[in-house]
């Protein structure tokens, strides 16, 4: 029901950023679209799978938790940037980024016994 909407949106997106993407900057685009029930088109999916796996690598950290992080921090970006749209940025500007050797993905505590 959906495929053909977000299809459309990503065809839209390449339409305007493709060419200057490859032409100027010489990469490639990969159009993200939501929905805003929090669906995500196929290409999307498939980008947050692949990154999550190389964070996943990086860090020594399970794919499940590591993809589970991902999709939640990024909903909560997007809802804060929704919300800083809607009433205005009201807190500090700057904050200190958090390294990724900092990020503990697993949030589950480890009670085994080790011997």
Do not use: W
Not at 35 to 52: A, P, Q, V, Y
Not at 97 to 112: G, K, T, V, W
Request: include cysteine.
């Amino acid at each position: 029901m959906y495929d053909k909407m977000y299809n459309q949106h990503e065809e839209e997106k390449k339409r305007q950023y493709n060419s200057r993407i490859q032409d100027i900057e010489h990469g490639t685009f990969t159009p993200l679209v939501f929905s805003t029930s929090g669906g995500m088109s196929k290409e999307c999916n498939k980008f947050m799978k692949k990154l999550s796996e190389g964070l996943s690598f990086r860090t020594q950290q399970a794919y499940p938790d590591t993809i589970n992080y991902v999709r939640r921090r990024l909903r909560f970006e997007l809802l804060k940037t929704t919300l800083i749209s809607i009433r205005g940025h009201r807190g500090r500007f700057f904050q200190r980024p958090i390294h990724l050797e900092e990020i503990d993905l697993n949030l589950i505590a480890d009670y085994r016994v080790k011997d």
